[in-house]
């Protein structure tokens, strides 16, 4: 009868012992663990101080008393294992709880002990106040700690995945969080670009997120808290505060074994995860592991890659199926509030440290079919081989489909496959999930282009880098530039470039970029057609730009006393409830969409009712306080979840004509130009301006009045022949306007046109309608209507003629004053 003695439990260790039962009945099994629970779910620890998980009995997964009624197993928790005799096949144990020391020999030993949160000699960090997470019992100590309700302020040290975990799960009991990382950007395992998307949600949901400062020194505070003093010298009050800066491997009893260990403390295996000691194996968070593409031993603690290690040295310890273990590449997902974030095989950083040669790219595709309900952007790296093809990593965010994606690309890195592999993989498509170009493919795709020339790329770092070495043309349509561009950039849509070609430096890196790099692929195929062959595409476009180079800063909350997803701006709401909320869905529209469609709806509304609107523009989070406040109206509530902004606001007491509005902020528009891009820009301005609440006059004149016309002919007018001729030439009303450049005979107006309706940018007859109805005061010019012969019966319905008084009186009133 085979004796097998394991030391450790819970992933690797428990994993072995179940396999090893079920290739041998006859075995005697017995597991040694130094805590009081041998198989737990470690992993859903921070869930369950969170509430999330609610029930503290689930994150026990088997009992002593379970294992040995069920499986034979012998499990003795609270046993400490002291030492290690290869020569005599003996290991030293102490039991915890009576003092006891014993010997226990074996026939075939397996280590996986696992590892223990690194605690840095911190002056001050032996408060009572300041703790770690790893075991149930320091869940059960963080948890009664939260419960009881003393924890107002935490302190989270380390922004890697429990840290961040944590941060999210404290958040969710009403505690306000801090989090500091030494490094310049949360979760070190992924790229800067991918971090700082965690570093967005963070902050959009109120945790303050610290970077590149670190604890100095602890000293106790009031009430039993403790204050932390920052290497920046800030200061940080706490009544709570988790230390989560890291690992080490819990092999100090191995000291005078003989058994090999790496240069911190780590378990050298082979490749059948065997030590340099006859009998002996390892597995789990204690061990070193070959990385499958850097070809080095590295650690890596991850729960999927222990249980399967804990399996394969089953199997090799019973010996009748020898298996070996090929490495690890460390692929790992997290949830952080709502966004998911995963990640497998190298990343650019890896790379870099390693002399891998590497070319990447970014995308944002729809996570599913974006006509279908629902659908929002994800991001997606991809790292690959310019010398083989092959993929060598990825990493993904978003609020769906990315463990899909990560899983795919983590089997396709495992194959061996290429990025002309990626392109042909067969996905399960309907657009409830997944478009027919599923991201993956779009990955290869990209990838393929830049490999067979058709476009170059450079990285936003690159532009960070060097910004003079480039000329940014930026090719997005003005109403697209309205949500920000990049500094010294110009513009030049895409509809206008073959026409502008004069305007592009031929002399210079031309680097173009849209919002997410696909309209500016295509810029770049017209230019290198042109001639031009030092054209670049920015990679991930304005979007990773902007996200990378943006401080994101934590939105203010107070506490909600509910354990929902949400985060509440400073307001002081009535104490009454609503009389009535009215549900607006404005998912989809882009900035100033939400806005318009905002103060479209509050205005129907009476004193003390309120509006429960949603938008998928993550902008809104700010947008919306800020309307709010300079309207006087009130934020009751406002949250995000899974990218979705949703904010109660109560319309005030007071009408909104009684609402005070600070003088001199009226706005007022000349629209000369009668062309389609020139009046879309002006009435974007416009109704933007009215969301906020100011008084907006737009004076047509000469050419703008072209906008004003109805579109079909009026009858019984009579006019002279000079009259009729400039009805004949001028376009009859805004749908039929032209564009300033490449109007192509029309074909340009239609192009912008589907431009807006595939981007949720309402159409200019929308836009003219949304400010009719929000009271934009319209004034075409009389003395320009006589003079082309244009009668007041041949505009729209709600635009009143004026002279240039009627201008001047609103621009008395005015701050800005603007000429289209």
Same mark, same amino acid.
């Given at each position: 009868?085979?004796?097998?003695?394991? *030391?450790?439990? *819970?992933?690797?260790?428990?994993?072995?012992?179940?396999?090893?039962?079920?290739?041998?009945?006859?075995?005697?099994?017995?597991?040694?663990?130094?805590?009081?629970?041998?198989?737990?779910?470690?992993?859903?620890?921070?869930?369950?101080?969170?509430?999330?998980?609610?029930?503290?009995?689930?994150?026990?997964?088997?009992?002593?008393?379970?294992?040995?009624?069920?499986?034979?197993?012998?499990?003795?928790?609270?046993?400490?294992?002291?030492?290690?005799?290869?020569?005599?096949?003996?290991?030293?144990?102490?039991?915890?709880?009576?003092?006891?020391?014993?010997?226990?020999?074996?026939?075939?030993?397996?280590?996986?002990?696992?590892?223990?949160?690194?605690?840095?000699?911190?002056?001050?960090?032996?408060?009572?106040?300041?703790?770690? !997470?790893?075991?149930?019992?320091?869940?059960?100590?963080?948890?009664?700690?939260?419960?009881?309700?003393?924890?107002?302020?935490?302190?989270?040290?380390?922004?890697?995945?429990?840290?961040?975990?944590?941060?999210?799960?404290?958040?969710?009991?009403?505690?306000?969080?801090?989090?500091?990382?030494?490094?310049?950007?949360?979760?070190?395992?992924?790229?800067?670009?991918?971090?700082?998307?965690?570093? /967005?949600? *963070?902050?959009?949901?109120?945790?303050?997120?610290?970077?590149?400062?670190?604890?100095?020194?602890?000293?106790?505070?009031?009430?039993?808290?403790?204050?932390? $003093?920052?290497?920046?010298?800030?200061?940080?009050?706490?009544?709570?505060?988790?230390?989560?800066?890291?690992?080490?491997?819990?092999?100090?009893?191995?000291?005078?074994?003989?058994?090999? !260990?790496?240069?911190?403390?780590?378990?050298?295996?082979?490749?059948?995860?065997?030590?340099?000691?006859?009998?002996?194996?390892?597995?789990?968070?204690?061990?070193?592991?070959?990385?499958?593409?850097?070809?080095?031993?590295?650690?890596?603690?991850?729960?999927?890659?222990?249980?399967?290690?804990?399996?394969?040295?089953?199997?090799?310890?019973?010996?009748?199926?020898?298996?070996?273990?090929?490495?690890?590449?460390?692929?790992?997902?997290?949830?952080?509030?709502?966004?998911?974030?995963?990640?497998?095989?190298?990343?650019?950083?890896?790379?870099?440290?390693?002399?891998?040669?590497?070319?990447?790219?970014?995308?944002?595709?729809?996570?599913?079919?974006?006509?279908?309900?629902?659908?929002?952007?994800?991001?997606?790296?991809?790292?690959?081989?310019?010398?083989? /093809?092959?993929?060598?990593?990825?990493?993904?965010?978003?609020?769906?489909?990315?463990?899909?994606?990560?899983? *795919?690309?983590?089997?396709?890195?495992?194959?061996?496959?290429?990025?002309?592999?990626?392109?042909?993989?067969?996905?399960?498509?309907?657009?409830?999930?997944?478009?027919?170009?599923?991201?993956?493919?779009?990955?290869?795709?990209?990838?393929?282009?830049?490999?067979?020339g058709l476009i170059k790329t450079v990285k936003w770092t690159d532009i960070e880098t060097n910004p003079a070495e480039y000329f940014l043309l930026d090719v997005r349509t003005p109403a697209e530039c309205a949500s920000g561009v990049m500094p010294g950039s110009v513009n030049i849509p895409q509809a206008e470039l073959r026409n502008r070609l004069d305007e592009v430096p031929r002399d210079k890196k031309v680097v173009l970029y849209c919002r997410v790099g696909l309209i500016a692929y295509q810029a770049a195929r017209v230019l290198a057609g042109k001639g031009f062959d030092n054209v670049y595409n920015l990679s991930g476009g304005y979007e990773t730009w902007n996200v990378s180079v943006t401080r994101h800063k934590a939105v203010k909350t107070t506490p909600t006393q509910q354990t929902e997803h949400k985060v509440i701006p400073m307001t002081q709401p009535s104490n009454a409830t609503p009389s009535k909320i009215v549900e607006v869905?404005?998912?989809?529209?882009?900035?100033?969409?939400?806005?318009?469609?905002?103060?479209?709806?509050?205005?129907?509304?009476?004193?003390?009712?309120?509006?429960?609107?949603?938008?998928?523009?993550?902008?809104?989070?700010?947008?919306?306080?800020?309307?709010?406040?300079?309207?006087?109206?009130?934020?009751?509530?406002?949250?995000?979840?899974?990218?979705?902004?949703?904010?109660?606001?109560?319309?005030?007491?007071?009408?909104?004509?009684?609402?005070?509005?600070?003088?001199?902020?009226?706005?007022?528009?000349?629209?000369?130009?009668?062309?389609?891009?020139?009046?879309?820009?002006?009435?974007?301005?416009?109704?933007?301006?009215?969301?906020?609440? /100011?008084?907006?006059?737009?004076?047509?004149?000469?050419?703008?009045?072209?906008?004003?016309?109805?579109?079909? $002919?009026?009858?019984?007018?009579?006019?002279?022949?000079?009259?009729?001729?400039?009805?004949?030439?001028?376009?009859?009303?805004?749908?039929?306007?032209?564009?300033?450049?490449?109007?192509?005979?029309?074909?340009?107006?239609?192009?912008?046109?589907?431009?807006?309706?595939?981007?949720?940018?309402?159409?200019?007859?929308?836009?003219?309608?949304?400010?009719?109805?929000?009271?934009?005061?319209?004034?075409?010019?009389?003395?320009?209507?006589?003079?082309?012969?244009?009668?007041?019966?041949?505009?729209?319905?709600?635009?009143?003629?004026?002279?240039?008084?009627?201008? !001047?009186?609103?621009?008395?009133?005015?701050?800005?004053?603007?000429?289209?």
């Open positions: 009868m085979a004796k097998y003695l394991i *030391v450790g439990g *819970v992933a690797a260790g428990m994993s072995a012992a179940a396999r090893l039962r079920r290739l041998d009945e006859t075995a005697q099994i017995t597991v040694f663990e130094r805590g009081e629970y041998v198989s737990y779910a470690n992993c859903g620890l921070p869930y369950y101080i969170g509430d999330e998980i609610k029930e503290r009995e689930r994150l026990v997964v088997q009992t002593p008393e379970a294992l040995r009624e069920l499986m034979d197993i012998e499990v003795r928790t609270s046993n400490e294992v002291l030492a290690i005799d290869p020569a005599a096949q003996s290991l030293k144990a102490k039991d915890l709880k009576t003092g006891r020391e014993y010997e226990e020999t074996y026939d075939k030993l397996l280590l996986a002990p696992g590892g223990s949160p690194v605690k840095p000699p911190i002056p001050g960090s032996d408060h009572p106040a300041i703790h770690t !997470l790893w075991t149930i019992p320091d869940t059960d100590t963080i948890r009664a700690m939260v419960d009881g309700g003393k924890v107002k302020k935490a302190l989270v040290v380390g922004a890697g995945f429990i840290g961040l975990e944590m941060a999210e799960n404290l958040k969710y009991r009403d505690i306000d969080v801090t989090v500091v990382e030494m490094a310049k950007q949360a979760m070190n395992v992924v790229d800067f670009e991918m971090a700082s998307m965690v570093h /967005r949600e *963070v902050a959009m949901h109120g945790v303050d997120l610290q970077l590149e400062d670190g604890v100095s020194e602890f000293t106790p505070g009031a009430n039993g808290g403790v204050v932390a $003093k920052l290497s920046s010298g800030k200061t940080i009050e706490a009544d709570l505060v988790l230390l989560s800066i890291g690992v080490k491997p819990n092999t100090a009893f191995l000291a005078d074994s003989g058994i090999e !260990l790496g240069k911190r403390g780590h378990i050298l295996v082979d490749d059948s995860l065997k030590t340099n000691q006859k009998d002996i194996f390892a597995a789990g968070d204690v061990i070193e592991v070959l990385h499958p593409l850097t070809r080095k031993q590295t650690a890596i603690p991850l729960a999927g890659p222990a249980n399967k290690q804990g399996r394969i040295a089953a199997d090799n310890m019973h010996g009748a199926k020898p298996r070996t273990y090929n490495g690890t590449m460390g692929t790992a997902i997290a949830k952080i509030f709502d966004l998911t974030i995963g990640m497998t095989g190298a990343s650019e950083k890896l790379c870099l440290s390693h002399d891998i040669p590497f070319d990447s790219v970014i995308i944002h595709p729809n996570d599913y079919a974006g006509y279908y309900p629902g659908a929002m952007k994800m991001c997606l790296k991809l790292l690959y081989s310019p010398e083989t /093809r092959k993929v060598l990593g990825a990493q993904g965010t978003g609020y769906s489909g990315v463990d899909k994606r990560i899983d *795919v690309i983590a089997t396709a890195i495992k194959a061996d496959m290429t990025v002309d592999d990626l392109t042909e993989i067969e996905h399960a498509y309907a657009p409830p999930y997944s478009s027919a170009k599923d991201p993956v493919n779009m990955a290869g795709f990209v990838a393929q282009n830049v490999l067979e869905n404005a998912c989809g529209l882009q900035c100033p969409g939400p806005v318009m469609r905002l103060k479209k709806e509050m205005d129907v509304l009476q004193p003390g009712e309120a509006l429960s609107i949603t938008a998928s523009d993550p902008g809104f989070m700010n947008d919306a306080p800020a309307w709010a406040r300079s309207t006087g109206n009130v934020v009751r509530d406002i949250s995000v979840q899974k990218g979705i902004v949703k904010a109660v606001i109560e319309k005030a007491g007071q009408a909104p004509e009684a609402v005070p509005v600070a003088a001199g902020n009226d706005k007022t528009i000349i629209v000369f130009s009668g062309n389609l891009d020139k009046v879309i820009a002006s009435f974007i301005i416009a109704n933007g301006a009215l969301a906020m609440g /100011r008084k907006v006059t737009l004076f047509f004149t000469f050419w703008g009045l072209n906008a004003l016309r109805k579109p079909s $002919k009026v009858k019984g007018l009579r006019k002279n022949i000079i009259e009729k001729a400039f009805g004949w030439m001028m376009p009859r009303g805004s749908v039929k306007l032209p564009l300033s450049n490449m109007n192509m005979g029309g074909m340009g107006s239609k192009m912008i046109r589907g431009i807006m309706k595939h981007h949720n940018v309402p159409a200019l007859e929308e836009m003219i309608e949304m400010a009719i109805q929000g009271g934009v005061n319209i004034v075409a010019c009389q003395m320009s209507m006589d003079l082309m012969g244009i009668r007041k019966e041949e505009l729209i319905d709600g635009v009143q003629s004026g002279g240039v008084a009627a201008y !001047l009186e609103a621009s008395e009133s005015s701050d800005n004053n603007l000429f289209i």
